[in-house]
């Protein structure tokens, strides 16, 4: 049922409080509400936090308890947390909310009529193939090919965001 | 101190004369006259005292008897004419002659400048208290908001454009913020907005080179209202400008403007069909969250 354990390692995200958005690492368990976290690849001194604020990640690295600041930090550099981190889909959801949220009015007319454009095709594709299907009679073909067009659009419509931001 | 010693001192006397006159004369004839060998400023020669001490503080004549001998009625020095006074005796002019038509009636009239009020209140206006600092509006500081700068594109929130967005030129002596559409692009011409009635989104186009004609100030777009009913009212409504016509000037202007601001947006992919589109609010689109 559960997956992420709160241990020794465990690279937390920090949901809310003065870290807001960053990673930390679990050092140890103070008590029943605490632990004693590090974060020195991403700025967060060593503290004791209380658990509540922290959301446990995928991520663990290799550390005795209580290590040092230069020890967590060679794991985490071993491990290379901050760019699996990154490519997450968790931390693409984060991105792309704060972009949302920056976009300015000009951006937002561009990000409307690339989703038009992108709609239209689906739609075009879309009636296409019903077209075809109700020409040749029920064929089972019809079922696969609307996935494949979907997605070629799509990639068109992130890169027209992505531009929008710039 | 000199005034406690009338009696003494004469006017224009240095040296307090406690001697006879007699006495001093050829001493004092000799000192002056050297010294107007040596400065020929001072060229008068004082008279010692006329007024012979009886004891401290009293003379031997009075006021009287002093001004009999020293024959002030032949002495009448007026004090030399200041600038105010020289001011004062220019007077202005107080009529002149107006030509005045039709016969039989002379050519000319000489008219008062200046004329006698045709009424006097019966009672006096009370005095105004003193204001301080309350300037007409042709005085007052125009502000502008930081995010307004010439280029930047404005959303129009009153007016018959609303929701139009909009190209800003400049903001004009009363305050008020030049606009165009352009003309081309969502039919807003050359027009005025207020700062208070607008938003200002973060997008701008580069207007650094356009040169906007000096022409265009407050009272080029004031709205024009004839006020000449010459008493005769009923037919006179209708010729007061109900239909607005658009003037030759205003074409030109318009296209002088526009021409140069059309290829700037040319070059801003998408920013041609950003200002043809309008703003408008669906749900879940709460202005306080958006950024522009």
Known sequence: VFKRFVEIGRVAFISFGPHAGKLVAIVDVIDQNRALVDGPCSGVRRQAMPFKCMQLTDFVLKFPHSARQKCVRLAWEKENINEKWAATRWAKKIEAREKKAKMTDFDRYKVMKAKKMRNRIIKHEMKKLQRMASKKGKKPEKSEKPEKAEKAPKSAKVQKAQKAQK | ?292
Do not use: W
């Open chain 2, 1 to 292: 101190a000199s005034e406690k010693k009338p009696g003494e001192k004469a006017p224009g006397e240095k040296k307090p004369g406690k001697k006879k006159t007699g006495e001093k004369k050829p001493a004092e004839q000799k000192a002056s006259q050297r010294e107007v060998g040596e400065k020929k400023k001072r060229i008068k020669k004082y008279h010692a005292s006329r007024n012979p001490v009886l004891a401290r503080g009293i003379g031997r004549y009075s006021r009287s008897a002093m001004y009999a001998r020293k024959a002030l009625y032949k002495r009448k020095y007026t004090a030399p004419e200041t600038k105010i006074e020289k001011k004062k005796k220019e007077t202005p002019r107080a009529t002149i002659t107006k030509p005045v038509g039709g016969d039989k009636n002379g050519g000319s009239r000489v008219v008062k400048i200046r004329k006698m009020p045709r009424y006097y209140p019966t009672e006096d206006v009370p005095r105004k208290l003193l204001s301080h600092g309350k300037k007409p509006f042709s005085q007052h500081k125009r502000r502008l908001r930081a995010s307004i700068t010439p280029g930047t594109v404005l959303i129009l929130l009153t007016g018959r454009h609303r929701g139009k967005r909009v190209v800003f030129l400049k903001q004009l002596a009363t305050g008020l913020l030049l606009v165009t559409g352009p003309l081309a692009i969502n039919r807003v011409p050359l027009r005025r907005a207020h700062q208070k009635f607008v938003i200002a989104t973060s997008t701008k186009v580069d207007i650094s080179g356009v040169k906007i004609p000096k022409h265009l100030t407050d009272a080029y777009f004031k709205k024009k209202r004839l006020r000449k009913p010459k008493h005769q009212e009923g037919e006179i409504f209708d010729t007061e400008k109900e239909k607005y016509e658009i003037t030759e000037q205003r074409k030109s202007d318009q296209k002088a403007v526009d021409s140069q601001i059309l290829a700037r947006i040319k070059k801003v992919p998408q920013l041609r069909g950003y200002l043809r589109s309008t703003f408008c609010l669906s749900n879940g689109v709460y202005p306080h969250k958006l950024v522009f």
